[in-house]
């Protein structure tokens, strides 16, 4: 694939950690056209659906469900994803582009797992946690007798919490 200096001088302006996935995006994207020459122009309209997603996806609330690792082993968690995906109950203040990054357990009692996979999610741009709420009623188990600490873990993080799911 040729470049024209103009394209390969525009090209030069994408940040340097991601100009390389860029340019093979670009070069992909000029082929499907038929073409063999990289323009200044496929080089700007890369940049305008490169910059629409990242808007997008800085618009996006992401979110993550911790839920209680006993109930695990009995609940798939199915009435947490068809209150999100319904956008019912506790999550019913979300708009259509939020999205569920992350669904994981406490790891047992009492808890510590949540430490590190907040961590683990930050770097993922988690906005908000939600504790499930098989944690937080008596309901076949007892409520969780460690849910203060969970809860400190998390706020501690500086992430914010949403108690509940589907109840
Ligand atoms: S810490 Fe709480 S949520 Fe986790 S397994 Fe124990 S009771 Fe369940």
Redesign the pocket.
């Known amino acids: 694939m040729d470049w024209e200096p103009e394209a390969s001088k525009e090209l030069e302006k994408i940040p340097e950690h991601v100009r390389k996935m860029a340019k093979m995006g670009i070069e992909t994207s000029v082929e499907k056209k038929g073409k063999n020459t990289v323009t200044l122009q496929d080089v700007r309209e890369a940049a305008e659906r490169f910059g629409a997603l990242m808007e997008k996806d800085e618009k996006t609330t992401k979110i993550a469900v911790v839920r209680?690792?006993?109930?695990s082993e009995t609940c798939p968690g199915v009435a947490c994803f068809k209150a999100f995906n319904k956008r019912k109950v506790h999550f019913s203040q979300y708009d259509k582009d939020a999205e569920i990054v992350g669904f994981f357990t406490?790891g047992?009692?009492?808890?510590r797992r949540v430490f590190r996979l907040v961590d683990s999610l930050m770097k993922h741009g988690v906005d908000v946690i939600h504790l499930s709420s098989c944690?937080l009623m008596e309901m076949g188990y007892p409520k969780?007798?460690?849910?203060d600490e969970?809860k400190q873990m998390i706020l501690k993080k500086g992430v914010k919490i949403v108690e509940g799911t589907h109840h």
């Open positions: 209680c690792d006993i109930v406490c047992g009692c009492p808890g944690m969780c007798p460690h849910i969970i």
